[in-house]
């Protein structure tokens, strides 16, 4: 999850609280299910809050 930004991780966590599909999000940014898994369950990155998507 190097090629990531903080910001790409706040939104990819973000989206993974708003219900989006695994395999979308995974497409979007090149993360297998095991990597959305531990940012979901803060195993990786948990200092990095999900970003506010209402903005969007």
Same mark, same amino acid.
């Given at each position: 999850?190097?090629?990531? *930004?903080?910001? @790409? &991780?706040? +939104? &990819?966590?973000?989206? +993974?609280? %708003?219900?989006?599909? $695994?395999? @979308? +999000?995974?497409?979007? $940014? %090149?993360?297998?299910?095991? %990597?959305? *898994?531990?940012?979901? $369950?803060? %195993?990786? $990155?948990? @200092? &990095?809050?999900?970003?506010?998507? *209402?903005?969007?």
């Amino acid at each position: 999850m190097k090629h990531l *930004s903080k910001a @790409e &991780i706040a +939104i &990819i966590k973000a989206r +993974i609280l %708003r219900g989006d599909k $695994y395999s @979308e +999000i995974g497409s979007d $940014y %090149r993360l297998n299910i095991g %990597r959305l *898994s531990d940012l979901k $369950y803060g %195993r990786h $990155y948990p @200092e &990095i809050a999900p970003a506010d998507l *209402s903005k969007s």
